[in-house]
Nanobody, 114 residues
Framework: QVQLVESGGGLVQAGGSLRLSCAAS????????MGWYRQAPGKQRELVAT???????DYADSVKGRFTISRDNAKNTVYLQMNSLKPEDTAVYFC????????WGQGTQVTVSS
């Protein structure tokens, strides 16, 4: 069973930065796509960014130009660098990894104060 372990969430003022990390518990499997989703209170979970094994990225319009997703295939780890954070970025951020199956992390809270 693969586990995804997220870290890096926290409280930050508007305009600040945070870096999220998500590491898979094993290197036995590789993942075609890894990504980040978020869920704010009372809202549905939404895509933030994804990255393929080859490095092709996709971003939600709301984060383009502010967030950068990257991955280390050797470590089965995906990162999300978040700059110029806004209060509307406040949410629980979930890591996702896909091969034949989909896996989710437990989520990490990001709170941006105004």
């Amino acid at each position: 069973q693969v586990q995804l372990v997220e870290s890096g969430g926290g409280l930050v003022q508007a305009g600040g930065s945070l870096r999220l990390s998500c590491a898979a518990s094993t290197n036995r499997f590789s993942f075609n796509v890894m990504g980040w989703y978020r869920q704010a209170p009372g809202k549905q979970r939404e895509l933030v960014a994804t990255i393929t094994r080859g490095g092709i990225t996709d971003y939600a319009d709301s984060v383009k130009g502010r967030f950068t997703i990257s991955r280390d295939n050797a470590k089965n780890t995906v990162y999300l660098q978040m700059n110029s954070l806004k209060p509307e970025d406040t949410a629980v951020y979930f890591c996702n990894a896909e091969n034949l199956y989909g896996y989710w992390g437990q989520g990490t809270q990001v709170t941006v104060s105004s």
